[in-house]
Structures are given as structure tokens and as C-alpha cells.
């Protein structure tokens, strides 16, 4: 391709809005242009990666075992209510009406549209298992549009949903799924690792996040030094260095103007957070529960959700007060404080065999010290609802360390969820009828091709891995008029079109400075330059983007050179 017959414009600076590395480098690269807050246009260079990104992710599906359909985006709202999620995802979901005034939802996902597929066209256990995957548009109603392709409103995913017969079978389905995002994103040449991970408004039994560690990720990772263990914050187990607390009596004592944990901690008290019990009050709005966690942790929300359930909160001030008659600042679990009070107690695990603590007395103004949490507090449920910190260790006893992740890919394991509220069902070979037992599996296309950008680029612009990269070389022509070198420049496009390799050729009258900074900034994997000099001595010069390192190739070997390099 000339560059002089396609779309291409790369730009000097990108607009103030583009906040981080890759959002910036896609738009003056000229890959894509924004058309509304996180609505996007492709333009041909990054049209020609996006669909490098699908051809590998397409070719290990289908490797997986993998069927691919094309579902639609518009989507019957009933399907959503069948489900539930109608109510449980409204946050993101774009709602449509038609001339009739009928509502359509603009799919955000397609776990509803494919298991009523699946439960007219599968009857019997013969039929399974089953992968049914997808690439596709989706739309989301995202608060917060940002980071250009990260979070946009309109993405392409590829989307995949297993079936399987029984549990056992759904968990190799699983593996495979899992197996086959390894090889895709080690092809697209992105470290994306699989982290343990929350289930959320999925509903189901298991998830991994695929993650790719970048600084700008949203997500916080918790890996194992030394170890194979990997976990979203969301859910990671940890346990603090631990603490020597003596055993001894509980004894009242005055506690004015203590409000926080930082106040005991302070001059006056002296005793550190660690050895403080920390009470925090939720509600559902009817009942209510007392969280407990040593004073030096703070409670993982995501965690406490899973052991209360959906819909409770933090209590406020006014609901504290009326339940246990004290403000915050003054709250314990101490089992004589809390008689004919109708609350729950659950504990950090973390506090289990703790000695010579201190806690609130649910009076303003006093603390029990000398506490041993199990003699004295009344502890109804022992739960993990830490959020682990960085320098914890892990189960196994490593070092715990905690860095941001980009999420590129998601992996569930559903159960039956979908296959119970939409049919799902088949007959086992005793002519029973059994659920399906699901999962699905999403990679964000369009969010893995910008975050191999944003692991990829240095000052002068992205650095592509030759998988994925536009195309694998920049030809950069230098003195056009020079019928030696217009010679040489014809001969190259031959031996690159010989060996199958794809090429954009820098035919612009420009100057050299220009061309150069221009390809630094697409940053194809290689340049070959063609200029008057290097002509004349039968070469021409190829430089690595990568390591910069630059060479003299004899012209009539270029082709079979970068084919050699391709295949390294
Ligand atoms: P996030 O937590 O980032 O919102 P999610 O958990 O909502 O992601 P899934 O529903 O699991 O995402 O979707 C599968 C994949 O689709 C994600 O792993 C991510 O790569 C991609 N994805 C999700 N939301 C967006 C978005 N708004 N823009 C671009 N890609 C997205
Ligand atoms: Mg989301």
C-alpha cells in the first residue's frame, strides 16, 4: 500500500482528553478517530490490526473446539427479565425503542441470546458439549467513557459460552477456554496472566480475570513472589505479618474525643492499629451486622457482598446509634455490650486466637482493652473480608505484591444461572431432563489491541509486535526523483510481495526527518530505507523498531531477510 493512496494523517500532538500513552498514540498514529465519548471509527492502519487481534483470537478458538455464530446486537428485553438482569446490569444497558414504541436493548453481552438458542436447537446429551463463540459489536452504558478504546461505549468482544452436560465436563470446558486465551494473548505478543477472580452479577462459581500489568490499569492484581498465585484484589486472600498480643483480663476504660482507630493509635493511648479490633456496621435496610477486622485492615466490599449478599451497605450514623447506642468510634462486639441487641457478628479471620486487643464498648467515650476475641467478643460467623495489602503473605506464606492490571479477558463458570431461567435443558441418557451447565468467556478486542499499545511504545511512538502490527514493514523511500533509486525501491516491493509480506511505502514528498519520525511513530516492527547513498553500494538500510539496532541487507535479499525475522 502507498501511503499516498490511503487514509493516513499522523498527528504532531493528540487532543488534551487523551490522557494516557496508548489513547494518545492511537490517535496520532492514526488508527482511529473518535466520534462521540467512547464511539470510535477505525481507520484503515487500525482497521488492519484490529483484525490481526481477530484472526488469532478466531484461529485459537476454532483450535479450542469453538463454533462460530453471529448473534445479533438488538436484543428483547423479556430474555433480560427471564435472567434478572434486566435489573441487576441496568447500569449499563442502552435501551432502544421503535416506531411501535416497542423497547429493544442494545446487547451489552449475549449470555440471554445464546442459551435461548441453544435451548431450541440442543435436546439431548449427544448434542454436548457445545462452544459456541462470537466477534461482535456490544454497547454499554459506561459512567465514565475513558482511556479511548479501554472503556468505550461501543467495543468489539469476542464472546464464547460453553455447555456442557454435567459440573465435571463444564470444568474441562473451562480449561480449555482458559488454555486457549494463554496462546492468544502469548500470539499477540501481550504477558496477559490469569488472576482468580470476582464473580459478580455473573452469578456463578469461578472466574479469572486475564490480566495484563500496565500502570494505567484499573484493576488492582495480587501476585505471589516466587509463587503461582495470582488474584484481582477483589478476592485475594492475604494474611498480615502478625502481631504478638498478650493474653490477660478485659478491663473498661475512658476513651474521650477517640473517634478512629488513629486516635487510640496516637500519643495519648499508644496503641497501635494492629492491635485494635476494627467495628464497621451494615445493613440491608432491615437487618444489621457487625464487620470485624484487625484495625490495621480495611473491609474488601466485594468479599463482604459475597457473605451478606446483594443490597447491603454501610450504615449511617442515625441507624448505628439507634441499634447500638453508640456513635462510631465507640463500637465493639463485646458479648456483654451486645445483649438484647438484634445483630450478626463476622469476623476477619485474621482476628481468630487474637489477644490483648482493644475494642469499643458501644458507649461513647469508653474502650475495652485486654480483649481476647474469642472469650470476649460474640462472633456469630469467622469470614475472609480483608483486602489484602501490599507486603501480606500469602496462604502459602510468599510475599504478596500488588500491582495494576489492564483486564483484557474474563473467564466464567456459570452453572445453570441461564440454563434454568431460560430452558436450557436436555435429556441425560435415562431420558431425564437436566440443566446445562454453562460458562462464557469474553475478550475485549478492541481493549487488548490498545493495550498492546500501551505496553508497547517508547517516546517516539508504538513499538508493534510483528502480529499484530499494521503492516510488518515501513518502506521509506528517500530522493523520489532518483530513477536508481525508484529502480531499487520497484525491485523491493517485488521481493517483499514474493515473500508475502506486507508493507506500506512512504511515497511522500517529505523530508527524510519527516519519514523517519512518522515511522518511529507507527512503529512497524522494521523500516527499510531506499536512499541515493546505500543504492549505489547494491544495499539498503533495515532498522529494527524495537532495539534500534539498523543493518545493510543486499536489496534482492530483503524479502527472504524479513521473512527469516518473522519466523524467529
Ligand atoms: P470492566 O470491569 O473493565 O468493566 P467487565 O468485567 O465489565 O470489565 P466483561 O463483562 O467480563 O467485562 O467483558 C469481557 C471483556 O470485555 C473484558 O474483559 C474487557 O476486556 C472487555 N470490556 C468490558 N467492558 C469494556 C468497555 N467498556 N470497553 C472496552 N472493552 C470492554
Ligand atoms: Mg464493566
Redesign the pocket.
Known amino acids: 500500500m502507498r501511503w499516498t493512496q490511503t487514509l493516513l494523517t499522523t498527528l504532531r500532538d493528540a487532543p488534551a482528553e487523551a490522557e494516557i500513552a496508548s489513547h494518545r498514540l492511537l490517535l496520532r498514529a492514526g488508527l482511529a478517530r473518535k466520534l462521540a465519548s467512547g464511539v470510535y471509527t477505525f481507520l484503515p492502519l487500525g482497521l488492519r490490526a484490529l483484525r490481526k487481534v481477530e484472526k488469532i483470537v478466531r484461529e485459537e478458538m476454532d483450535r479450542a473446539g469453538g463454533l462460530e455464530i453471529l448473534m445479533p446486537g438488538l436484543q428483547p428485553p423479556d430474555l433480560w427479565e427471564k435472567s434478572g438482569r434486566i435489573k441487576a446490569a441496568a447500569d449499563v444497558l442502552f435501551h432502544v425503542k421503535d416506531h411501535a414504541d416497542r423497547r429493544w436493548i442494545l446487547g451489552p ?1 449475549h449470555e440471554e441470546v445464546v442459551t435461548a438458542l441453544v435451548a431450541g436447537e440442543v435436546q439431548s446429551y449427544r448434542q454436548l458439549p457445545r462452544t459456541l463463540y462470537q466477534i461482535q459489536t456490544k454497547y ?1 452504558d ?1 459512567i465514565r467513557p475513558r482511556f479511548g ?4 461505549r461501543e ?1 468489539i ?1 469476542k464472546d464464547a459460552y460453553s455447555f456442557d452436560a454435567e459440573e465435571a465436563a463444564a470444568k474441562k470446558s473451562y480449561e480449555a477456554m482458559l488454555e486457549a486465551y494463554r496462546k492468544i494473548f502469548s500470539r499477540i505478543g501481550l504477558e496477559a496472566f490469569p488472576v482468580e477472580a470476582d464473580t459478580g452479577v455473573m452469578g456463578g462459581s469461578s472466574s479469572h ?1 486475564f490480566c495484563v500489568v500496565a500502570e494505567i490499569g ?1 484493576g488492582e492484581v495480587v501476585t505471589e513472589e516466587g509463587g503461582d498465585y495470582a488474584a484481582a484484589i477483589e478476592t485475594a486472600e492475604g494474611r498480615p505479618a502478625p502481631r504478638t498480643g498478650t493474653a490477660g483480663g478485659m478491663e473498661k476504660f475512658a476513651t474521650p474525643e477517640v473517634r478512629k482507630i488513629a486516635d487510640l493509635a496516637g500519643e495519648k493511648f499508644g496503641i497501635p492499629a494492629c492491635d485494635q479490633v476494627k467495628t464497621l456496621v451494615y445493613t440491608d435496610g432491615k437487618a444489621v451486622a457487625l464487620v470485624l477486622v484487625r484495625g490495621d485492615d480495611e473491609v474488601q466490599e466485594a468479599k463482604l457482598l459475597k457473605v451478606c449478599g446483594e443490597g447491603w451497605r454501610a450504615a449511617g450514623n442515625a441507624e448505628i446509634v439507634k441499634v447500638l447506642g453508640a456513635q462510631p468510634g465507640s463500637l465493639g462486639a463485646v458479648a456483654s455490650t451486645l445483649a438484647g441487641k438484634n445483630v450478626t457478628v463476622v469476623a476477619d479471620m485474621v482476628l481468630k486466637g487474637q489477644a490483648g486487643m482493644t475494642t469499643g464498648a458501644n458507649e461513647d467515650g469508653f474502650h475495652f482493652k485486654g480483649v481476647e476475641v474469642e472469650r470476649d467478643l460474640k462472633i456469630d460467623r469467622w469470614v475472609d473480608v480483608r483486602k489484602v495489602r501490599e507486603g501480606d503473605f500469602s496462604i502459602s506464606g510468599k510475599k504478596l505484591k500488588i500491582s495494576k492490571g489492564i ?4 473467564a466464567f463458570l456459570l452453572g445453570t444461572k441461564y440454563s434454568e431461567a431460560l430452558g436450557a435443558k436436555f435429556l441425560d441418557p435415562q431420558g431425564k431432563q437436566q440443566p446445562m451447565v454453562m460458562g462464557c468467556y ?3 478486542v ?3 489491541l490498545q493495550a498492546v499499545i500501551e505496553v508497547h511504545q517508547d517516546k517516539d511512538g508504538i513499538r508493534w509486535p510483528a502480529a499484530v502490527s499494521p503492516y510488518t514493514v515501513m518502506l521509506v523511500t528517500l530522493d523520489l526523483a532518483d530513477t536508481a533509486v525508484k529502480e531499487a525501491t520497484d525491485q523491493l516491493i517485488q521481493s517483499l510481495e514474493k515473500a508475502g509480506i506486507d508493507y506500506l511505502w512512504d511515497d511522500r514528498d517529505e523530508r527524510p526527518g519527516v519519514k523517519f519520525k512518522d515511522a518511529d511513530l507507527l512503529g512497524f516492527p522494521w523500516r527499510i530505507t531506499v536512499g541515493a547513498k546505500a543504492v549505489a553500494k547494491g544495499g539498503v538500510e533495515v532498522k529494527c523498531r524495537r532495539t534500534g539496532g539498523m543493518e545493510m541487507i543486499p536489496r534482492a535479499e530483503v524479502g527472504a531477510w524479513v521473512q527469516n525475522k518473522l519466523a524467529v
Open positions: 453481552t454499554r459506561e478504546l479501554m472503556r468505550a467495543f468482544m480475570e484499573e483486564e483484557v479477558g474474563h469474553g475478550i475485549g478492541t481493549r487488548t
